[in-house]
């Protein structure tokens, strides 16, 4: 299982990498292995500014439907359009060409409470 050092990660199997005032996230390879094949990538929070932990969009497997929960506070500046056309990019490549949103950050130091890539292994049991 990939779990790259240089991520921060979330309870909710999302991983963020910041650059400057602005965060890329995406699901966990964790996350996407649980959910199975990934047939639907679905983010109608473009524009918005929202609180962490809000939901910022959906993402559908064959079986099941689940939230995607926003690990930092900030506007959602950029969706993966990609995903639109090849949701299975998640599957195949979650910490790149499958990542989900970028977000321009409200307050930096929240990053202060993600995990590391240590800890997220430890809460998976990797």
Known sequence: MNIPSELKYTKDHEW???EGDTATVGITDFAQGELGDIV????D????????EEV???VEAVKTVSDLY?????E???FNEV????????????????????????DPSEADDL???EDYKALIGA
């Open 83 to 106: 995903l639109e056309e090849e949701p299975e990019k998640v599957n195949a490549d979650p910490y790149g060409e499958g990542w989900m949103v970028k977000i321009k950050l409200s």
């Open 45 to 52: 929070t473009l524009d918005e500014t929202l609180d962490r």
């Open 56 to 58: 910022f969009g959906t």
């Open 76 to 78: 959602i500046v950029e």
């Open 115 to 117: 995990l590391s890539a």
């Open 40 to 43: 639907y990538v679905e983010v």
């Open 70 to 74: 926003l690990p930092l506070s900030g």
């Open 16 to 18: 963020v990498r910041i």
